[in-house]
């Protein structure tokens, strides 16, 4: 499913708990624990000339007979990483929550008050997802999480979290065709990204059809409420384009 999503942010260097009772307050709702893993893919040079399997997928089983030439996420000439993620919150067990397979888009160039850009996504929700993305010509480059708390606020998704990165021998695998899942480290075991303990607030929006200029305004006009709600709070700002250019840089 293709959406657009519309995004400000916040680095917040300390007062993280007093942050997490005053969204809570303004969501009317208690901080729900979330944890997002995170696996890239990037394409390999030689790309399976055919595809002849089966793959259980939303919506239901289908059989997959296609000649690719290229990757999926090729388009115009520029070549996406693709992602699969996997959400647990509250005191579900990762291990068993489904995985999404995720496109992100580089976002507008458009100058706004928000950074949007576009956002492909399908849920695995049955077989091997890891050789699914790998008969698409991808194989595993590296993993991280998003380790955190999120709100609803209206539309808007809150999600006030840390990056974490694994231990080493959690890559060990990187760049090898007939990659398996690899094995979840404790939570105890990732290093954070900011050694200075710092989080990130993130407002997402998603809008449904980014081609509606109307249903864009409304989400932008939802993103500039929440930041100037949590003006003196936090400085909710654009997220910097190029930081989120998932395109492979070639070599």
Same mark, same amino acid.
């Given at each position: 499913m293709?959406v657009?999503?519309?995004?400000?942010?916040a680095?917040?260097p300390d007062?993280?708990d007093?942050?997490?009772?005053?969204?809570?307050?303004?969501s009317?709702?208690p901080p729900?624990?979330?944890?997002? *893993?995170?696996?890239?893919f990037?394409p390999v040079?030689e790309?399976? &000339?055919r595809i002849n399997?089966?793959?259980?997928?939303?919506?239901?089983t289908?059989?997959?007979?296609?000649?690719?030439?290229?990757?999926?996420?090729?388009?115009?000439?520029d070549?996406?990483?693709?992602?699969?993620?996997?959400?647990?919150?509250?005191? !579900?067990?990762?291990s068993?929550?489904?995985? !999404?397979?995720? @496109?992100?888009? %580089?976002?507008?160039?458009v100058?706004?008050?928000?950074?949007?850009?576009?956002?492909? *996504?399908? %849920?695995?929700?049955?077989?091997d997802?890891?050789?699914h993305?790998?008969?698409?010509?991808?194989?595993?480059k590296c993993q991280?999480?998003?380790?955190g708390?999120?709100f609803?606020?209206n539309?808007? %998704? %809150?999600?006030l979290?840390? @990056?974490?990165l694994?231990p080493?021998?959690?890559?060990?695998?990187?760049?090898q065709l007939?990659f398996?899942?690899?094995?979840?480290p *404790? @939570?105890?075991?990732f290093m954070?990204?900011?050694?200075?303990?710092?989080?990130?607030?993130?407002?997402?929006?998603?809008?449904?059809?980014?081609n509606?200029p !109307?249903?864009? &305004?409304?989400?932008?006009?939802?993103?500039? &409420?929440?930041?100037?709600?949590?003006k003196g709070?936090v400085?909710?700002?654009?997220?910097e *384009?190029?930081?989120l250019?998932?395109?492979v840089?070639?070599v």
């Open positions: 293709g657009s999503e519309l995004l400000l942010s680095i917040v007062r993280h007093q942050l997490l009772r005053i969204l809570a307050g303004v009317a709702m729900t624990p979330t944890t997002e *893993r995170h696996l890239i990037a040079r790309i399976p &000339a399997e089966r793959y259980n997928h939303v919506g239901g289908q059989d997959v007979t296609a000649v690719r030439r290229r990757p999926l996420g090729t388009e115009n000439g070549i996406w990483y693709v992602q699969l993620v996997q959400t647990a919150e509250g005191e !579900e067990e990762g068993t929550c489904p995985w !999404e397979m995720v @496109i992100y888009d %580089l976002p507008d160039a100058k706004r008050p928000v950074t949007a850009r576009g956002v492909d *996504r399908m %849920l695995l929700s049955e077989g997802a890891v050789r993305v790998e008969s698409l010509g991808y194989r595993y991280y999480m998003l380790h708390h999120r609803v606020y539309n808007l %998704l %809150l999600f979290h840390r @990056i974490l694994p080493d021998a959690a890559n060990s695998n990187e760049g007939g398996r899942e690899p094995p979840l *404790r @939570i105890e075991d954070a990204l900011d050694a200075s303990g710092a989080h990130i607030l993130l407002s997402s929006c998603y809008v449904a059809d980014g509606k !109307e249903l864009i &305004a409304r989400g932008v006009k939802e993103q500039m &409420a929440f930041k100037e709600l949590m709070i400085d909710m700002l654009p997220v *384009r190029l930081a250019d998932t395109r840089k070639p």
